[in-house]
């Protein structure tokens, strides 16, 4: 079986050598970009394991697996764009870089290109692999606009939070985990059970984003934290910070969610402060592990040899920075 390590580097070997023949360069140069500052690729790494839990040949998949790594980060050039964000990764995003035409246009071109890749996947498994990756990028998109609706409500339950973020960030793990196994010809079963433990290892994951976005350093994170607190994002804190606030605390918050155009630097501070005398930081780590338990939970259940579940428990510890 393959490492995380020596799948990383067959991703990246796949990705660098994407031929782009077509015209203009200005369209596909800042795909290139894109996809040249590297990143984590957690999906395509979850999907090559996933597969390797079942068949020793995970090259066999790259193809697919780089397809969702291409979707992936169509998104992100999506969402910088939305949240005029400057940074991804430490280095500019497109609409900064270029412009936000070139952002717009750039992804949607790498959303057919995702579409490509995915469709280099087995014959055989091509309908069930359609199905599953369709029905993933419209649930991301009905994440992504419950996301933006949210920044205009002060209402925000919990549990509505958890439901977008399943849907915006969380079914992207578990398609990965799940397409690695149905090309791999594990059991309908196992690749259900893959499934749930990408989605809830998408949530911890989603909530260690976002509790990074208070708590993180910009120079390891790769982008400005404090983001969500200036866009009124209604992440897990917030929402634990207004239900738990007392009269003076709420009072602030709704002051700094409600300022037309504040300091950026006042809001987060104040904000964050609140975070910290309130205690939401804690109930956010404290989810954190909930959702991390359940996810090991359902790979334990998977009808393979604990050896070959290793690779995969390593990968995701590594991904949420545990050691145990």
């Not at 200005?26 to 790494?45: A, H, M, N, Q, W």
């Not at 404090?226 to 602030?252: C, P, V």
């Not at 939970?297 to 920075?321: C, I, S």
């Amino acid at each position: 079986m393959l490492n995380s390590n020596e799948i990383l580097k067959l991703i990246n070997d796949y990705i660098d050598n994407i031929p782009y023949d077509r015209k203009p360069e200005g369209l596909y140069e800042p795909i290139k970009y894109v996809l040249s500052l590297g990143g984590k690729r957690i999906r395509p790494t979850l999907m090559m394991l996933a597969y390797n839990m079942f068949n020793e040949q995970p090259q066999d998949i790259l193809p697919s697996a780089c397809a969702l790594e291409t979707y992936h980060n169509y998104t992100l050039l999506h969402d910088d764009l939305m949240d005029n964000a400057d940074l991804r990764r430490g280095h500019l995003t497109v609409h900064k870089r270029w412009d936000n035409n070139t952002a717009i246009l750039s992804g949607d071109t790498m959303l057919v290109l995702a579409f490509q890749q995915m469709a280099m996947c087995r014959p055989d498994k091509f309908k069930q692999i359609f199905d599953l990756f369709s029905a993933t990028a419209l649930e991301i998109g009905e994440g992504q606009q419950y996301d933006m609706e949210f920044e205009s409500r002060n209402d925000v339950t919990e549990e509505e939070y958890i439901e977008m973020i399943r849907l915006k960030t969380s079914v992207l793990l578990a398609c990965a985990t799940k397409m690695g196994a149905i090309l791999a010809d594990a059991s309908e079963e196992d690749a259900d059970k893959l499934y749930r433990f990408g989605e809830k290892i998408g949530l911890a994951f989603q909530l260690q984003d976002d509790f990074l976005d208070v708590y993180g350093d910009t120079k390891v994170f790769g982008k400005a934290i404090g983001g969500d607190i200036i866009s009124n994002k209604k992440t897990y804190m917030l929402i634990n910070a207004i239900e738990k606030a007392d009269k003076h605390q709420r009072e602030t918050l709704e002051h700094w969610l409600n300022m037309p155009d504040p300091d950026p630097q006042e809001k987060v501070a104040a904000v964050t402060e609140i975070y910290n005398e309130i205690g939401v930081n804690q109930l956010a780590l404290a989810k954190i592990e909930e959702f991390f338990q359940e996810g090991l939970k359902w790979l334990e259940e998977v009808n393979v040899p604990e050896g070959n579940k290793q690779e995969m428990l390593a990968f995701t510890k590594e991904m949420m920075k545990r050691e145990s």
